[in-house]
């Protein structure tokens, strides 16, 4: 048994995002490590069985989607986005892939905790969650650095992973993410992003909505072009 006492807190992957120690090639390993569990879970026959966790998944889409999101055209989306998220049940899911989830030890051995809401699911609600965090942080500092966590994350993550249908799942997580930094400056876990002043949060917000609406954005990588 790990405890989260003995991993360290300032070893937490948020916590290290704020401080110049990360080493931004430990989000390659992250990115080979959730295709890799959602490559060894795709339409797994046993799975579905073990890991169905319809009432954790409902609850964390109401706080994530449903409760602050008021404006019309954005519903719109969510409803179709959510529609798709519940029919497409094909792997096995975290549900919780945000920074403080994750560890970072020396020589970059990585540790991923809290498995408690995992169950067979859309990869894209998991990868949007954390893409989301990750495009919090380059649009509140688009550094070089920032921008190279997520196409670390990103590109390892999609050229790891052996669906055939990985543009539809790359449209729906361009859609989460949106959703997501909404909701992390927003909703109930705004907290997480305590240094991201106000005047930035509307920006954010903005870009969130430009991501949500816009169809012509097809690709992840794209989305470093909205301003």
């Not at 948020?14 to 490590?33: E, P, Q, V, Y």
């Not at 970059?108 to 609600?125: S, V």
Request: hydrophobic letters at 40%; proline letters at 1%.
């Amino acid at each position: 048994i790990i405890c989260m006492g003995d991993l360290g807190i300032k070893n937490r992957l948020d916590h290290l995002m704020l401080s110049k120690k990360l080493d931004a090639t430990i989000f390659s390993k992250i990115g080979r490590i959730i295709a890799e569990i959602h490559n060894k879970s795709f339409f797994n026959g046993a799975i579905p069985i073990l890991f169905d966790n319809e009432d954790f998944q409902e609850l964390k889409i109401i706080y994530r989607y449903y409760k602050k999101i008021k404006d019309a055209s954005l519903i719109k989306v969510r409803d179709k986005l959510i529609q798709n998220c519940r029919k497409n049940k094909i792997t096995l899911i975290h549900n919780d892939l945000k920074m403080n989830n994750f560890f970072v030890l020396c020589d970059n051995k990585m540790y991923l905790i809290d498995y408690e809401g995992a169950y067979y699911g859309d990869p894209a609600f998991d990868v949007g969650y954390f893409l989301g965090h990750l495009f919090l942080y380059y649009f509140n500092q688009p550094t070089k650095k920032n921008k190279q966590i997520i196409l670390n994350f990103w590109n390892k993550y999609i050229d790891s992973l052996n669906f055939k249908s990985k543009q539809k799942l790359e449209n729906n997580i361009i859609k989460h993410i949106g959703f997501i930094m909404i909701y992390k400056l927003i909703g109930i876990a705004k907290e997480e992003f305590y240094f991201i002043e106000n005047k930035s949060k509307e920006k954010i917000i903005n870009i969130s909505k430009k991501i949500i609406l816009d169809n012509d954005i097809k690709k992840v990588n794209h989305l470093f072009r909205i301003s």
